[in-house]
């Protein structure tokens, strides 16, 4: 090996490394763009957006939506899907109501509602991981079934929490000048931020996305990490449902109707991969303030609340296309 | 390390039966320490499965295996690399989003303890990662480049140097050298003989019987699964091996030709 071809593949290689850097927040650059775009447009558009009250409003109402986003990044970094976020939050909400009602203190609610989360989503994840169904047909019966038990609970009626109850503290209660849902949101999400950058877990969430093999060849147990993203992602439903019914002070069996393809959609919008091993969580809290955005601020400016999914799903499908073109481009196909 | 004459690998007897076919019939295979084994066959004489055996992946019918003159069972790979044997394997087992780093410490990242929560140690990581290429003469320019963005040489040496970076006392290589352009192709043998001049005994498994006459010290010719020729490197040629390798007398001069004169036909 002569010098010249060592200076000539190391200057190959600098030039990937630049190339990659770019690209690897490449998805993270053009959302944080689409954010600052609308946050610009509604500003000037409305005069009410860029206003602290509204500002921590849209904060207290996407605190359900970031803290389910963030925890559904790892599951869709590893190559999944959970499409019953949606339902656990509908059956968390109604079940602490009606538990409230019969009497039992608030704490033992939240820690009992967290627990049959936890387990709900542990039951998909042995099915996904230990029985190696699609996470997709899995999660579509968990939407199914659990919205159902949740129907047959209320008979479709929502059961009302007491006003005065502690209970609505999470989800009514400001402190230190911040509503105590974002508070929440805000824990979850550097909780979420750290595990996935910092920890093993985080590490082996990607690479059983990029190859499941390679990792459990390397003496991971592959099965239980995965089992545990679906846990991760039904206890965070839990949260929000919680955190729901505290707000709304009832609990709604038609809560978080359609919930599922919000959170998808911005986790998706973040940049990270619905195929799984290339997921970020800067990326998602960035798409999940998009969509919220975008519903706050077509209300403001006094267009059809029903603008709202038509803009969000034109956004996600050009963000999307914007990323695909500039990854073909840049990583080898293999 | 011991004496040249006790082995480092020795299997005698090794039998595989797969329903209708015998794959492995009555093989063996000695390896000395330091000692670059080549061993090749045609598609189906039961090279990969003999490396299976010693990497715990299959479990044989009848035979013995002894490392170091101590006798062993593997009954999986936790086995044989408790063993100190490592393989790496053709497709290479590499996780494309994750970086340099992290693929070589796949499984056992350096750890800090923070309020009793492990985080991975990214520092000491990349340090260690450094130090492991530099040794091994692996080049690579940035660990921090995700594995998906190097050429297929560079792939394959990550693999090997994770490999390697087990302390291996045998390391298995499924054709190491298939796919790769000439220069890539010298990287990786150079890869090879770098690691056995630590002392460490590899298996050679390839087709490309040109990369047998730069690295290897000995050839182990399979036929049929089973061994019908062993020969120093020094004693042998191609047209040889070719001929080992089809069962017969081949067009030993198309080969000749081929490799003598360096112009492929």
Known sequence: ?334 | MSSGETYRVRMSGISKRYNAIQTLDDVSLTLKPGEVLGLVGDNGAGKSTLSKVLSGAVIPDAGTIEIDGMPVTFNSPADSRAARVEMVYQDLSLCDTIDVAGNLFLGREPRRHVAGISFLDKKRMHEQTRQMLDRLGIVIADTRLKVENLSGGQRQSIAIGRAASFEPSVLIMDEPTAALAVAEVEAVLDLIRTVSARGVSVILITHRLQDLFLVCDRIQVMYEGRNVAERLIGETNIEDVVNLIVGRKFNARSAASRYRDGAPI
């Open chain 1, 1 to 334: 090996m002569s010098e010249a071809t060592h200076s000539a593949q190391s200057r190959r290689v600098r030039e990937a490394t630049w190339r990659e850097a770019m690209l690897a927040n490449g998805s993270v650059v053009s959302i944080a763009l689409f954010f600052l775009v609308v946050c610009i447009i509604f500003s000037v558009a409305t005069n009410a957006f860029l206003t602290s009250p509204n500002l921590l409003n849209i904060l207290r109402q996407s605190a359900p939506l970031l803290i389910v986003a963030a925890a559904m990044t790892f599951v869709i970094t590893t190559g999944g899907i959970d499409l019953s976020v949606g339902s656990v939050l509908a059956l968390v909400a109604t079940l602490s109501a009606t538990l409230l009602q019969f009497g039992l203190p608030w704490p033992a609610v939240i820690l009992a509602m967290l627990a049959l989360g936890a387990l709900l989503g542990a039951v998909q994840g042995y099915f996904v991981a230990y029985e190696g169904i699609p996470a997709f047909i899995v999660t579509l019966a968990g939407l199914s079934v659990i919205r159902g038990v949740a129907l047959l609970i209320t008979g479709g009626y929502s059961i009302p929490v007491e006003p005065g109850s502690s209970f609505t503290i999470i989800g009514r209660a400001w402190f230190l000048g911040v509503p105590v849902p974002a508070l929440i949101a805000l824990a979850i999400l550097a909780i979420a931020y750290l595990a996935f950058n910092e920890t093993p877990f985080g590490r082996y969430v990607t690479g059983i996305g990029a190859n499941a093999e390679a990792v459990r060849r390397a003496g991971v147990n592959t099965r239980l990490m995965t089992l545990f993203v679906y846990v991760i992602s039904a206890t965070a439903a839990a949260l929000a449902g919680i955190i729901i019914a505290a707000r709304l002070g009832s609990g709604s069996s038609n809560a978080g109707q359609g919930f599922e393809l919000e959170v998808i959609a911005a986790v998706v919008l973040g940049g990270t991969s619905l195929f799984g091993g290339r997921g970020t969580i800067i990326g998602t809290v960035l798409g999940a303030l998009t969509v919220a955005v975008i519903g706050n601020g077509l209300i403001l400016a006094h267009l059809s609340p029903f603008l709202t999914p038509i803009v969000t799903g034109t956004i996600i499908l050009i963000a999307i296309w914007l990323n695909f073109r500039l990854f073909r481009g840049a990583v080898r196909s293999r």
